[in-house]
């Protein structure tokens, strides 16, 4: 390693704030109550699953986050995951998102000296094996794994501190890469928005038809591969975690052996993926439009449509239109059960007419190719990133002999 001098973590601390390490309100000071339909976004592990913040948000008022004003959070704080998914990390961007945030109990609030310290510098060390390590060094045995004592635990952390030039050169060129995707992202969004919207437009027209779920599918499946295993090169488990605004992040699945993985569900192209409402927050669906191989959690349904008998395509978006009758069904369910496959069996759905579906069908087909050319393009720099993190963080490999790799790239 180059001969970056290693501190504690702490000693990069805020000193304009006498709380730059804080935890999330304990206990009752913020339940599912307090939530409400718009305000302040409160930071949760789901958020920070990719290591980019993101995903639903729930939100609590303005005065309630007064209230808990030590477990606020601002651009250029960094956020850790000290309970239950320990390691999850990410920053609070600057000129995007939300100004202000509220961290929730499983979370631990970093807000660093800029003279002294680059926040997005220390992002992506944690990001990176040996930062990844040291966080979960600090984990409890397993079970459901957390901190004993978190904010001692992360403030005595020993982080390199290279200066501050070399910080911000990482940055760059690690953050180059993550907006690209970012963008990508945006992209992608747009796309399958634009997808429902001439979906919405054709099924308005005359001509709609209903037919059951259950008449039009091969069969409503259960995802089979469950716990918290997670193995590089292994097969990608699509969670609830995953699914987001109606699409899927595969960069946020975990991996199980090939052997643990069901041969006989593995997930195709069209197929849809459909999380009940959990935890006072809405359910969730999206289409699977990948070929690669990936399974469905044992918490998430699966549903693959007969081709011969009804458009996959349009069906599939037919389901995501359905989300809020699907929720209501679940309510119906015991807890135990949850959604259960008959419920989707029986759901209607509501398509196009057969003089609409062809023209629809090549318009959907058009978005979807644009889409998966973002996507790849996003495998790509993913990759890219990952790759360098490592080397960037050793200090043996510059910026600038990689800045060149970097432009072309984005």
Not at 72 to 91: E, Y
Not at 92 to 103: A, D, K, W
Not at 268 to 297: C, E, F, K, Q, Y
Request: net charge neutral; charged share 25%.
């Amino acid at each position: 390693m180059a001969d970056w001098p290693f501190v504690e973590y702490q000693s990069l601390a805020s000193p304009e704030d006498r709380a730059a390490f804080a935890m999330g309100p304990f206990g009752p000071r913020i339940t599912k109550d307090d939530f409400v339909r718009e305000g302040v976004p409160v930071i949760r592990g789901v958020n920070l699953v990719t290591g980019v913040l993101g995903g639903e948000f729930a939100y609590v008022s303005e005065e309630k986050a007064d209230e808990v004003r030590s477990a606020n959070a601002g651009p250029g704080d960094i956020v850790l995951t000290h309970r239950g998914a320990v390691g999850r990390v990410s920053v609070i961007p600057h000129g995007r998102g939300f100004s202000r945030y509220v961290i929730d109990s499983a979370q631990l609030r970093c807000r660093l000296d800029r003279t002294r310290a680059v926040p997005e510098f220390y992002h992506y060390w944690f990001r990176s094996e040996a930062g990844r390590r040291s966080i979960l060094a600090q984990a409890s045995a397993p079970g459901r794994p957390g901190m004993a004592a978190p904010l001692t635990s992360i403030r005595t952390l020993r982080v390199p501190c290279p200066p501050l030039a070399e910080q911000q050169a990482v940055a760059d060129v690690l953050g180059a890469l993550d907006d690209k995707i970012a963008g990508n992202d945006d992209l992608v969004a747009a796309l399958h928005e634009l997808g429902l919207a001439h979906f919405d437009r054709a099924v308005e027209s005359d001509g709609s038809v209903r037919v059951a779920v259950g008449s039009v599918v091969r069969e409503p499946f259960r995802g089979t591969a469950s716990g918290e295993l997670d193995v590089p090169g292994g097969v990608r488990v699509i969670d609830r975690d995953c699914i987001r605004d109606g699409q899927v992040s595969v960069e946020s699945a975990r991996r199980v052996p090939a052997q643990e993985a069901d041969s006989t569900r593995m997930l195709r192209r069209h197929d849809v993926l459909v999380a009940p409402a959990h935890g006072g927050g809405p359910g969730r669906g999206a289409r699977w439009t990948s070929d690669a191989a990936a399974v469905a959690d044992a918490r998430l349904l699966a549903v693959r449509f007969a081709p011969e008998l009804v458009d996959p395509v349009c069906a599939g978006l037919a389901v995501l239109r359905a989300q809020p009758r699907i929720d209501a069904a679940a309510e119906g369910a015991s807890r135990q059960a949850g959604l259960r496959e008959t419920h989707l069996a029986r759901l209607e759905l509501v398509l196009p007419g057969p003089a609409r579906r062809p023209a629809l069908r090549a318009a959907l087909d058009a978005l979807e190719n644009r889409a998966d050319e973002a996507r790849r393009e996003s495998d790509t720099l993913a990759e890219l990133r990952d790759s360098l993190i490592p080397h960037l963080m050793t200090g043996w490999v510059r910026v600038r002999d990689l800045e060149a790799a970097v432009e072309g790239a984005t």
